[in-house]
């Protein structure tokens, strides 16, 4: 696939050894992958996050507290973030969000830590990056309120079904991130919505190191592998491969405004 404008929306380079992240950076870029966001996972290792975008002009990150790392947040926290979201290569709030699957932080944990991001996103003028799972009913009444209205949401790696599209897609500021699980043989929860999706709402990732796309189930994920779960959505979509890489990308530079390639 001629993957020139594909960008990677998803991917946790931070979670690879300093070594394995330059090599896997320059195994995507040789597939022409032209960017990569970064998201964290919480606010310990954000200086780590950022020092990766400022080492690459292609890299970008959100920042931010992943629901399993919610009984981590603390009094202060908020105008920690704020600090470092004033960072240019930070251009996103995340990954934030609720995990109803692992219950690693008990629930009105994980909906105080969602609800404090969400807020400073609205404050900043930022998308939200939105890890939801199992979480289904408690993400929509969230969402529905109307303090919430205008918040940008990237919902990545989505699987949350059909019915939950139909009621996000009443919301024009819902994007939807397709990763290799769209490859997987029994991920019909993922495949049934991309028909109902707008083509200016979709995005590609690759969720690294998890949820490798096939023909690599069971490897470490990397971001040069978005090219299959592009290629996948294509032939789902009906579309032609270059038409993927160019819609998905100008999303991608759509919702994420403050990324801009040096």
Known sequence: MSATSL??????????????????????RARGVRGFLVPGIHLDQAEEVLALCDAHPDVWC????????????RAGDERRLRDLLQHPKAVAVGECGLDFHYDFSPRDRQEEALRAQWELALELGLPAVVHNRE????MLALLDGPA????????????????????LLARPTSWFGISGMVT???ADNVREVLARIPAGRLLVETDTPYLAPVPYRGKPNEPAYVVEVAERLAAEMGWTRERVAEQTTENFFTLFAKAKLR
């Open 7 to 28: 960008v990677d929306s998803h991917c946790h380079l931070q979670s690879l050894e300093p070594a394995d992240r330059e090599a896997a950076l320059d195994r995507a």
């Open 62 to 73: 959100a920042l931010g507290v992943h629901p399993h790392e919610a009984s981590r947040w």
């Open 135 to 138: 979480s289904e009913d408690a």
């Open 148 to 167: 919430y209205a205008t918040l940008r949401v990237d919902f990545h790696s989505y699987s949350g079904g059909l019915a939950m599209a139909e009621r």
């Open 184 to 186: 997987f043989k029994k």
